[in-house]
């Protein structure tokens, strides 16, 4: 069965909004990664989260790791069209090497 | 920057057939992963290997599809023969020694259509 769960599918946002993407694991994960897969691209590695209730940002992004490790998120702070992809979460669980993605978030930005 | 390379970028072949796609990881890079991603839908890992050995293959169709790294570098993913729901984007990642805390390096990936 599916390990991690993202939401929304899909989210359309007018330049300068924000955005969000939540990233849900029935079990407690080791680490999770998030990745940017641009349209027609392949997925773009972007940060790692280790700890618990670790937060980290780069620029306009910030990431969130929850307390209990068992969920994440993603927000983009004032949307530009650059910003336009699917964001995908991958969760590691403890005592495995693979990394269980969820199904992304497809981003649109109008201008 | 290093990337990893796959080849064919496109393939189209007709079901019963047989297909084979190549990856070539980023030089040094002991782990390389080969996942199958349908449209809309995040990459499914199918086998992990480690150097030259397979350390996860749990969602690989064994029946149909099989890899090989033999001298730890570079991979072949093999389908034969293909089925309609192959239809997919294939990519090979790598990453330095398959740790915790490692970045995989996603290809440009093999956009499959079994017609």
């Known amino acids: 069965g599916q390990q991690v769960m993202q939401i929304p599918q899909y989210q359309h946002v007018q330049e300068g909004e924000d955005f969000t993407t939540y990233c849900n694991s029935s079990t407690t994960l080791s680490n999770i990664q998030w990745y940017k897969q641009r349209p027609g691209g392949h997925p773009v590695f972007l940060i790692q989260l280790v700890k618990s209730g670790e937060v980290k940002k780069q620029k306009r992004l910030t990431f969130q790791f929850g307390e209990a490790k068992k969920n994440s998120s993603l927000h983009i702070t004032a949307t530009q069209t650059t910003d336009v992809g699917t964001y995908f979460c991958?969760?590691?669980?403890?005592?495995?090497?693979?990394?269980?993605f969820g199904s992304g978030t497809k981003l649109n930005v109008k201008p | 920057e290093a990337e990893v390379a796959q080849s064919p970028r496109y393939k189209i072949t007709e079901k019963s057939q047989a297909v084979a796609f190549w990856c070539d990881p980023i030089s040094g890079h002991a782990t390389l992963y080969w996942y199958r991603q349908i449209l809309g839908q995040g990459p499914e890992l199918l086998v992990q290997?480690?150097?030259?050995?397979?350390?996860?293959d749990s969602q690989l169709p064994k029946d149909r599809f099989s890899a090989e790294r033999l001298k730890g570098v570079d991979s072949t993913l093999k389908i034969q023969p293909a089925e309609l729901g192959d239809s997919a984007m294939y990519l090979c990642a790598s990453s330095l020694s398959g740790g915790t805390t490692d970045t995989q390096y996603f290809g440009p990936g093999t956009r499959l259509t079994v017609l």
């Open positions: 290997f480690q150097d030259e050995s397979v350390v996860d």
């Open positions: 991958a969760g590691q669980l403890y005592n495995f090497n693979k990394f269980y």
